[in-house]
């Protein structure tokens, strides 16, 4: 097993072990990336570049804590869409180098 899906077993057992998969459905979930997600951008509200670039090196704890919790959330989608993630990147990118060459 891979790193990524050791950590997909891992989170859904997490889940599983608290009772939480029941209020995962596919709404809930994309709320909670949706929140997750501007919790990162409130990082960087109101800077400009230079300082945005401050903040990526200075807060990279803090950062790296909210995109854990976005990348958590995109797992558990995934799992309740049955969409392998690895493979759905791939694709996706097949098409941005055929769109963009």
């Not at 109101?46 to 995109?67: F, G, H, P, T």
């Not at 558990?76 to 969409?83: D, K, S």
Request: aromatic share 8%; glycine share 2%; charged share 40%.
């Amino acid at each position: 097993m891979d790193r990524l899906e050791n950590f997909i077993k891992r989170a859904e057992d997490f889940r599983i072990a608290r009772d939480w998969k029941q209020f995962h459905n596919p709404k809930n979930i994309a709320i909670s990336l949706s929140l997750e997600a501007n919790e990162l951008l409130e990082h960087f509200q109101w800077k400009n570049m230079e300082e945005s670039r401050d903040v990526a090196k200075n807060k990279k704890d803090e950062l790296k804590k909210e995109i854990a919790d976005i990348g958590t959330y995109l797992v558990y989608m995934c799992n309740e869409l049955g969409i392998d993630l690895v493979e759905a990147m791939e694709e996706k990118m097949d098409i941005s180098e055929s769109k963009y060459p």
